[in-house]
């Protein structure tokens, strides 16, 4: 199964908020084909201990996001960075996009799920895979390494909101807010986090979802924060 393919199967899971018990049953792709089991019969299944049922489990999952390489090919616009993290240069705040998650980010994120969480109070940075594009994304550091970063600069199950840059394979810079609290879904068993995370974009709220949601209101007035901040440090 080549990359291409791979990456297809990929783009038509990332809209999906899989269950890490059952998994999900994919059984025909959009050229006809059946993108689960090309994917089983392309691999060692025996030696990865996966069963050829043409289900989406945790262990395929995994495979698919390993083998689809942790970053989109090609140039990008913030010099040269990539999400398997080859070369990187940190992003100058002027480039970084405050957009509304409805409107932009969503659609966006959609298309470009690896991506690279930059801290830019300390200048450390980790990949990450998102995937359950809702009210916020779901997001998966790719390895171990990643997941010790990310405890590095928010230390280890801390839901307190953390404002953060979002750097795309494309270049492109989004404000945004995550914590380091893996929880419910899990669909890596590599990268030594149960769970998942949650990154929240700008998205506007409604008063209800203000007094209903206040975790959620957390990250959007870290965001504000964040963005102020951001702000500051243009031209310096």
């Not at 025909?28 to 030696?47: F, Y």
């Not at 998650?101 to 470009?112: F, I, M, N, P």
């Not at 840059?165 to 945004?176: E, K, P, Q």
């Not at 990268?191 to 949601?213: A, V, W, Y």
Request: net charge negative; aromatic share 8%; hydrophobic share 35%.
């Amino acid at each position: 199964m080549g990359q291409k393919r791979r990456r297809s199967a990929l783009d038509e899971l990332n809209g999906l908020h899989l269950d890490g018990g059952s998994g999900l049953i994919v059984p025909v792709g959009a050229d006809g084909s059946d993108l689960v089991h090309d994917l089983h019969s392309g691999n060692h299944l025996a030696e990865s201990g996966i069963l050829a049922d043409g289900v989406v489990g945790t262990a395929t999952y995994t495979l698919l996001v390993n083998q689809s390489g942790s970053a989109d090919n090609g140039s990008t616009g913030n010099g040269g960075n990539n999400v398997s993290g080859t070369t990187f240069k940190a992003p100058q705040a002027s480039e970084v996009r405050f957009a509304d998650w409805y409107r932009e980010t969503r659609d966006v994120v959609r298309k470009l799920p690896n991506a690279i969480i930059y801290d830019y109070t300390t200048g450390l940075h980790y990949n990450v895979h998102m995937f359950s594009f809702g009210k916020h994304c779901d997001a998966e550091p790719v390895t171990a390494s990643d997941t010790a970063i990310m405890r590095q600069i928010m230390g280890a199950d801390n839901w307190t909101p953390h404002a953060v840059w979002v750097i795309l394979s494309d270049g492109r810079v989004y404000m945004a807010s995550t914590h380091s609290k893996g929880h419910t879904v899990d669909h890596n068993a590599s990268n030594d986090l149960q769970g998942h995370i949650c990154i929240h974009f700008p998205r506007e709220m409604s008063d209800t979802e203000k007094r209903n949601m206040p975790y959620a209101t957390r990250h959007q007035n870290e965001i504000l924060r964040g963005w102020e901040e951001t702000q500051s440090m243009i031209g310096y």
